[in-house]
Each structure stands twice: as C-alpha cells, then as structure tokens.
C-alpha cells in the first residue's frame, strides 16, 4: 500500500502561481511513477503531468504545457507540481497518484493509489 496526501490548494488569482505538494508513504516510494490528475465540477478527472520513478522524464497535458512543472524527491518521499500563470479554467480538485507502470500512461485506470485531492480556484 501507498499513501498519498496532497496539500498546496487555495484561492488564487489569474496569472498567479501554486505549488502542489504530494507525501508519501507505505511501500517504496520511488518505485512508483507519479501523475497529477485533476477534475472540475461536471466534468471527467483529466491527466496533468506524469513523472519517472527517477524523475529523469516527463509528460504534460498540451493544455498546462509550459505552465506547470512537475518534480519528485524521492529522499523525501514527495512529488511536486508548480502551477504558474494560473487561468480559471485550471480550476479543480487535484489528485496525486501512484502507478507501478513503467510506461507515461495519461489514464486515471492506470493508477494504483490516490490522494484525497486538494482543491485549487483560480478567480479571474
């Protein structure tokens, strides 16, 4: 089993910055690949950013490309996500997870453990 607690959210103005924090803990954490997912009310949980067990390759969503920045350390047990130039329509409940696939997989089913998401509003 692997735990994961998300902290980081708020209430932020367009254009400004975030930063997500994930903490691990159970089994190995740097066995595990990481992703961050979110899901805004009404709609699907959708991918945001992916990262390797050792931090050596990284995926975006085309539609945060550029803006976030996904990091690990796994001395620390922890994934981050730096949200810069925030718009409202980043708005959502985010998600850490935790999958045992060597491959970037975007898929929420991928996934084997979740966070409880912390919650990120962008006012405009």
């Known amino acids: 089993q692997v735990q994961l607690v998300e902290s980081g959210g708020g209430l932020v103005q367009a254009g400004g910055s975030l930063r997500l924090s994930c903490a691990a803990s159970?089994?190995?954490?740097?066995?595990?690949?990481m992703g961050w997912f979110r899901q805004a009310p009404g709609k699907e949980r959708e991918f945001v950013a992916h990262i390797s067990w050792t931090g050596g390759s990284t995926r975006y969503a085309d539609s945060v490309k550029g803006r976030f920045t996904i990091s690990r350390d796994n001395a620390k047990n922890a994934v981050y996500l730096q949200m810069n130039s925030l718009k409202p329509e980043d708005t959502a409940v985010y998600y850490c997870a935790a999958t045992g696939s060597t491959r970037g997989t975007i898929y929420p089913s991928s996934y084997d453990y979740w966070g409880q998401g912390t919650r990120v509003t962008v006012s405009s």
């Open positions: 159970g089994r190995t954490f740097s066995r595990y690949a």
